[in-house]
């Protein structure tokens, strides 16, 4: 018996919630049910979070945490509790199954079957921003080897547990090569431990046109937390299916499952909302705690359902569907197809299947770090490069010069082009000769020089080697 937190939402939730419930307990599912309150109710009394401390206590015992979609009241500085909680429970994935219900929901990919998984705590989305001049803002792209190794292990876990054939990595590394290309060189390592499983990896530019052509060329598709949120998104409206969707949020000690789709307040009471997104959710969370053979159970009978042509007023359409039935209806129609599977639609197997291995992160040995130059950011605001280059050289020191300078990341200096746009940021690179070992007092020497010289700096980037390797990009055209 798992213990599992609920919570019911607001607008349509209740409704979908007790119907979600109601079959996978038909069904055999193996949980002790605590309830708490989250959402409007909690935002209006005065919370900003959306959820009370003793209810994050009960979340944070139990581990396993099913919730309802909820509203968010407009302004009054109301912050989304499913970022909150994504945040604070460390819920590094993000795990969305994008399936097309041909005929039965127009699609124009009627053999649409992916998961995206989404790593879903740092990239761009650490949130991290500077205004630096007043020309130029910056948003840091954090990745790290931590993160990497949990998501796309995650990944290939989710493979082996539902008999997926092959896992794809999107990155931009051609351009990012630092970071994306972190991402995509943990891809190479753990795709290793997983020999049965096949690997690929696609530029996302290119892998994201042949999704939205040709789906059916990928299985599970696991990639940074920008790219994932976008191709998400875009693989569940082109399913036909958004509505029906569910997803799952893991992290190493707890988990989210909910469905995609709003509270719909317009709905709420009248016994129309469809279920199915939250129900997708509870199969996802009954495959995370190992009870794979009630998830089996309760996806073939709804599959069953939806292909006897029983539907909710959203996906009913004449001539396709047979009967329109509400909330309830349609609930007590999937419990009568427990123990059925399809016949046109494919139905699934999760035999032998045990809930997933996911191992804490070990962190690994520290490379050989060494200090090889310094990157100093400059609010300038001309235009001629040369002219800085010379303001520059007067602040060197003895056997550290200045290298390079880009503005936006084209090199501009040495042998720049004219042609080349310049804001008003520029980064100057100061390198040692091979001759001489730089430390942080000679990065603090040449900002007080800049600053004897009237040199607005504005940051600073160390430029290291990990075990002889360099740590940081060229300039483009360099």
Known sequence: MTKVTVAKGDGIGPEI?????EIILAAGAKIDIEEIEVGEKVYLAGNTSGISNESWDIIRRNKIFLKAPITTPQGGGYKSLNVTTRKFLGLYSNVRPCMSLHPFVDTKHPVMDIVIVRENEEDLYAGIEHQQ?????????????????????????YAKQQNRKKVTCFTKDNIMKQTDGLFHQVFDEIAKEYP????????IDIGAAKMADTPEAFDVLVMPNLYGDVLSDIAAQITGSVGLAGSANIGEECSM????????????????ANPSGLLQGAIMMLNHIGQTDVAEKVQNAWLKTLEDGTHTYDIFKEGTSKQKVGTKEFAQAVIANLGHKPSTLKPVSYANSAALNLPKYIRKPAAKKELV???????????NPDELAAKMKKI?????????????????????????????????????????????MDIAQLLKNAIEKDIDTIKTENLY??????????????
């Not at 919630?17 to 419930?21: I, K, R």
């Not at 007043?134 to 790290?144: A, G, N, P, T």
């Open 465 to 478: 080697t990990f075990d002889d390797k360099a740590g940081y990009s060229l300039g483009q055209g360099q």
């Open 17 to 21: 919630m007790d119907a979600t419930l």
């Open 133 to 157: 001049t007043d020309e130029v803002v910056q948003c840091l792209k954090l990745i790290s080897r931590p993160g990497c190794e949990k998501i796309i292990r995650y990944a290939f876990e």
């Open 373 to 383: 130059g310094v990157d100093i950011f400059v609010h300038w605001p001309q235009t």
């Open 396 to 440: 060197e020191l003895e056997g550290i010069h200045l290298s390079m300078i880009t503005n936006r990341g084209i090199k501009v200096w040495p042998d720049g082009f004219k042609e080349t746009f310049c804001t008003d940021h520029w980064r100057c690179r100061f390198k040692p000769n091979e001759s001489t070992t730089m430390s942080k």
């Open 257 to 272: 499952f909910e469905a995609i789709h709003g509270s719909a307040p317009r709905r709420a009471g009248q016994n129309v």
């Open 196 to 203: 049965k499983i096949e690997n690929e990896h696609w530029i």
